[in-house]
């Protein structure tokens, strides 16, 4: 029995498991611990300086009370098709790679003024309660972070060219938090985690429901100009936070935190990088007053209380 059943395994798992694009050559050479090789050192690559370097670095701490609502920015717009691709564990992250055939999923309005495509969806989580958020609010962080990262194709190619270019990126980020019941999305890439426990290992998938990963509304947002998280850290993002979490049960964060081969000990989010003067604006007009002009508007605004509930 138990050999049959090892049989049937590997069969089913042999299929499940497919072949991962190859990893650029610096692949390998960073982390998120370590003297050597942890944040602090990401920018002594001379590829990299920016990381070191940068002023307009990712993440950030987001503090209520420097929050600008904005009656300028519009709703964010994001077509929510199934999509396919390839679940990849490459020992920093999880990463969803989008399939790049087909119509694409745009991104577009909200902070952003040209279309972007969805390129890949990043995991970014700890082994602690509230620790695994890149970016936090207020100080505290929260059980996880989604970034649906993408690419401006008005102007670039690819991503591999937009990353290194004005306007280049637009990454919506979501934090994760932990709810009563399992998240029907989040599931099927959960239920994934354990055939793709090798190092550098994919797994494909099929007609995934992207809107059901999304909060119901993701008309809300605080957004920022930034960098990407991971090396080489480029300025090239527009950050689009959104206001709602997603929840996931308990039993699905016990499982996203013991994923095997992650080459972290705490946790994969990037220490947070100085604001340094950076505006910070919101859609959010939860103060809203009739007869006020909007630059008494944007005076008066304060935290937004969506986010700092918890
Ligand atoms: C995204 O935009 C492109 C260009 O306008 C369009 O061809 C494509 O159909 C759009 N995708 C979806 C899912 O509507
Ligand atoms: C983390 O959260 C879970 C569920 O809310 C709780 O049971 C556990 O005690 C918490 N752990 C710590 C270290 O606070
Ligand atoms: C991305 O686009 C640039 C410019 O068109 C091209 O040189 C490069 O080969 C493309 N890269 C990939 C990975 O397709
Ligand atoms: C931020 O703004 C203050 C006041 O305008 C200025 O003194 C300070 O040098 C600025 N900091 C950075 C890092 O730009």
Redesign the pocket.
Known sequence: MRLLLAIFEGIVFRTVLAMCPESDHWGGWWGYDGYSSGPTRWGDNEDWTICKSGKHQSPINIEPHKILFDPHLQPLQLEATAISGLFRNNKKDLTFLVNGQGVGVNITSGPLSYRYRLYQIKLHFGRENQSGSEHTVDGRGYDGELHFMAYNTELY??Y??AQTSPRGIAIVAVFLTIGKFDHSAFKILQERFFVIDKQDTCTDIQNFPLADLLPKSIEHFITYSGSLTQPGCRESVTWVILNKPIHISQQQLDDLRTVPYQEWRDSNARPIMPLNNRTIRTNINFRKRSRLCSMDVSKKYQANEDLLRR
């Open positions: 190619a690819n591999t060219e």
